[in-house]
């Protein structure tokens, strides 16, 4: 018998047939479980960044990852000259070793990646693939001195979106299908100006928040730290959440015009933060830097100080089952 907490729960349980959607903590990664529960992949950046992905041997000898209860930091190298024929500078992609069909991912954030030639990203990929198969959700991207956050599906033909939807954010291109537009996907560009980059850092970061289900589709939110009115059970990671009440989506991508069932399985998360490459390459400000994108990463260590991940928690919830029934205490109500 589950025990839980919350006034939705007591909503739930007195009107069976009108019950909300309601998620429960699955599982939460702090500080050390990136060690143990991500793989730290290696291979090639497939988006043909100036990088050298590490593994976590590498990333622990050479102080670009580090832990503690709950802080988890990745870094991007800054103190090396990066030699012509090497593969790129030091950098860090890791990917969960579980993956989640429908659930919301809640993750707090202090610190990302920004500046000139990065291009950091946190998203979810089937876990089957192969890509686009099972669709890819961007829910934390963006390059150089982005200040709004741009999140994105990627999806096999057929699922699009409309221009207007119930989102705060603005909508930069609606058709998901990754195999047209050069693979733009669709994407919406956050409202929130400290969405991204050197405001969200200074602001002290924030939360995002993606659910992902049958019945709702895609949905990102996000709050910053300097926000009055970010909901409590957001920021305290409540045990149970109920999306009902997180307000206006700054990005939806409704399951209408794309079909859930045969655009999405279940998702790995995964991290990385590139350099230069496909997007942040080619909107690079190479006016007076010589050599251009790749060549500014090699011989600028100092430009890739800010270039870290800082995370404080990574919460996964599941829904809660049809059957569910709990113990509620009532001192978690407003
Ligand atoms: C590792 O990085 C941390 C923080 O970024 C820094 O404070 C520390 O001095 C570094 N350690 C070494 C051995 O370079
Ligand atoms: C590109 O960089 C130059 C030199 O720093 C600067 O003067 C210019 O405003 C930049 N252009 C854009 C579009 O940011
Ligand atoms: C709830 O339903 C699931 C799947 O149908 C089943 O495995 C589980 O035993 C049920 N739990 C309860 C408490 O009835």
Excluded at 74 to 86: E, H, I, L, Q, W
Excluded at 186 to 203: D, M
Excluded at 206 to 217: I, Q, V
């Amino acid at each position: 018998m589950y025990a839980i907490m919350g006034l939705s729960v007591l909503l739930a349980l007195a009107t069976p047939f009108v019950r909300a959607a309601l998620f429960i903590n699955k599982k939460t990664y702090m500080g050390p479980d990136f060690f143990q529960d991500f793989t730290w992949q290696t291979a090639d950046d497939p988006t043909h960044g100036r990088v050298n992905f590490v593994d976590l041997q590498t990333a622990l000898v050479k102080n670009l990852t580090a832990a503690s209860p709950n802080k988890f930091v990745m870094r991007v190298d800054s103190t090396t000259v990066v030699s012509n024929d090497a593969r790129g500078r030091d950098s860090i992609r890791i990917i969960s070793n579980d993956a989640y069909d429908d659930a919301i991912i809640l993750i707090d954030l202090s610190h990302m990646p920004f500046g000139a030639a990065t291009w950091p990203a946190f998203w979810t990929l089937s876990g089957e693939g192969p890509w686009p198969n099972g669709a890819e959700i961007d829910i934390i991207e963006g390059v150089n001195y982005d200040t709004q956050n741009l999140a994105s599906l990627h999806t096999t033909s057929s699922c699009s979106m409309a221009e207007q939807r119930p989102q705060s954010g603005f909508t930069v291109s609606t058709n998901c299908d990754a195999a047209v537009n050069w693979n733009q996907g669709c994407g919406t560009r956050f409202a929130k100006a400290n969405s991204y980059g050197a405001g969200f850092n200074s602001a002290g970061g924030g939360w995002f928040a993606m659910e992902r289900s049958r019945e709702d589709g895609v949905k990102v939110w996000f709050w910053s730290r300097l926000e009055d009115d970010v909901p409590r059970n957001i920021r305290d990671a409540d045990a149970l959440l109920d999306p009902s009440s997180f307000g206006m989506p700054s990005a939806t991508f409704p399951k209408d015009t794309c079909d859930y069932d045969t655009h999405f399985n279940a998702h790995k998360m995964i991290f990385d933060t590139t350099l230069c490459g496909d997007w942040a390459g080619s909107e690079f400000n190479s006016t007076g830097i010589l050599g251009g994108c790749d060549k500014y990463v090699d011989n600028t260590p100092d430009a890739f100080r800010e270039a870290y991940w800082e995370v404080n928690s990574l919460h996964v919830y599941s829904p809660l089952p049809d059957n569910f029934s709990g113990i509620v205490f009532p001192e978690n109500i407003l």
